[in-house]
């Protein structure tokens, strides 16, 4: 039996059809790199939309805390049909994103379960960032570059990648020390201890985020949502389901794309099941460091 006609159909049919559909919306909405999109959410939560981190508060498919989703929310909620709620949250005298009752708090934090709002609001994120990390900079961002930003918030990201253009031989713990006690898997070495420099920990996630989103871009298809789909699916958005559809692959002959993206999804997977029975899966976000999967 030869390949299937479309790789990216049988590969999409792997994944949770409300992440990928979720995910697709999103890049529409925001005119944000779909392969950039689908490899964070590999990184982030392994395509899980229930993921919780068990060091801090971040949740979601896109692993946000508390502090950045009430931030986004307050921005963007108008936009995906959430308005009434993100009147309700308030600014310090700090510029810090608060919610006074505590009910109506727990509920707006709550919509990060919502992949198609958890989605959405990635986009708008990497966009912010890239719009201030690349002012910061001076010059265009790369996927990683992006990711980074995602990781480390754009005040981190802009030390770190200056860093890398400058001094790419800094030891990364001394130039981020907060964010390196709270990811010690990417800021040491497992075996040795020993604490890797801002050109080595670019250059591993560089790799990875390159492979995946290239992998997975081909998910994107023709048939993404707008921005007005978006905010009307939000409340509507199906539950993600934890348990997958059996493929059966007897016969087929796949190729080599389709070999490769197949690996991406299924490296994600295999790494949340270890941190199921293991350790408790938390990767980091930027406004609040926490423990993330080692690189």
Known sequence: MTAPSNPSSALARAIDPAILNSIRQASAATSTDFGLL????????????????????????????????????????????????????????????????????????????????????????????????EHALGHKLQRADLYMAHFLGAAGATAFLKAVETRGNTVAADLLPEAAAANQSVFYDGSTGRPRTVGEIYQAFASKIDREAGALAGLGGSDVATAGDVSASVQSAPAFAAGKSS???????????????????ALAALKMAEKTTTTPYSPAQPAEPRERRSI
Do not use: C, H
Request: without cysteine.
């Open 38 to 133: 689908m490899a964070q959410a590999a990184q982030e939560s392994g395509f899980r939309a229930d993921a919780k981190s068990s060091t801090s508060s971040a949740a979601g498919l896109f692993q946000f805390v508390d502090s950045t989703w009430l931030d986004l929310v307050k921005r963007f909620g108008a936009k995906y049909g959430i308005g009434q709620l993100a009147q309700k949250i308030t600014l310090d005298g700090n510029g810090k994103a608060s919610v006074s009752d505590p009910g109506l708090r727990k509920k707006i934090l709550a919509l990060r379960d919502d992949p198609t709002l958890s989605a959405a609001l990635a986009g708008e994120y990497t966009k912010l960032n890239q719009t201030e990390v």
């Open 247 to 265: 493929l059966d692959w007897s016969g087929v002959t796949l190729s080599p794309q389709l070999l490769d993206m197949l690996n991406v999804v």
